[in-house]
């Protein structure tokens, strides 16, 4: 199934004349998560991630399977291992637009994800098993590994036709 999605995903992001201003406004301080689609029984969401200046995530988890795919500016994921009681840091891997990365929690889903321009806006299209928004999933502190639960929930106040 993911192997089909990242293809419908591939396609999306070809293109960058479709995504709406409502859903691609940054924040001068945090990076925003508007969601685009919702299958009505949470099988899967569609949400773009944008991404000011220099703005990145804290070290967290997802939980379900996931797409990333970058559709404009560039981003860096920093991938993340848990090893006894910490974490370890992984490969760190550059999107630039049309460039798709895959998580699985079977594979170790951890990372940190930061825009890769301190001047420009980033843009990234993510596809996820579940309704993310809705998720409950783990934050890590960087130094000693420490979990907290956090649901992530969405930035817009729009709420796309679930149906339509």
């Known amino acids: 199934m993911v192997d089909a999605a990242r293809g419908l995903l591939a396609a999306l992001i070809s293109d960058d004349d479709w995504l709406g201003d409502a859903f691609a406004k940054p924040h001068p301080q945090y ?3 508007y969601l685009l689609h919702c299958d009505p ?3 899967f969401s569609l949400v773009s991630f ?3 200046p220099g703005q990145r995530t804290p070290i967290h988890d997802h939980g379900v399977w996931g797409l990333v795919g970058m559709l404009r500016g560039a981003e860096f994921s920093q991938a993340y291992c848990q090893r006894g009681q910490g974490l370890e840091k992984g490969g760190r891997r550059r999107l630039e637009p049309g460039d798709i990365e895959a998580l699985r ?3 170790g889903d951890i990372h940190a994800v930061s825009n890769a321009y301190e001047d420009r806006v980033s843009i990234s299209i ?8 809705a998720v409950r999933r783990r934050v890590f502190d ?10 992530s929930g969405y930035a817009s106040n729009v709420v796309p036709n679930l149906w339509g």
């Open 31 to 33: 990076y925003q998560q």
């Open 41 to 43: 029984l949470e099988r």
């Open 105 to 107: 929690p079977s594979l």
């Open 126 to 133: 993510h596809l996820y098993g579940a309704n993310i928004g």
């Open 50 to 52: 944008v991404w000011g």
């Open 142 to 151: 960087p130094q000693t590994g420490a979990e907290k639960p956090f649901v």
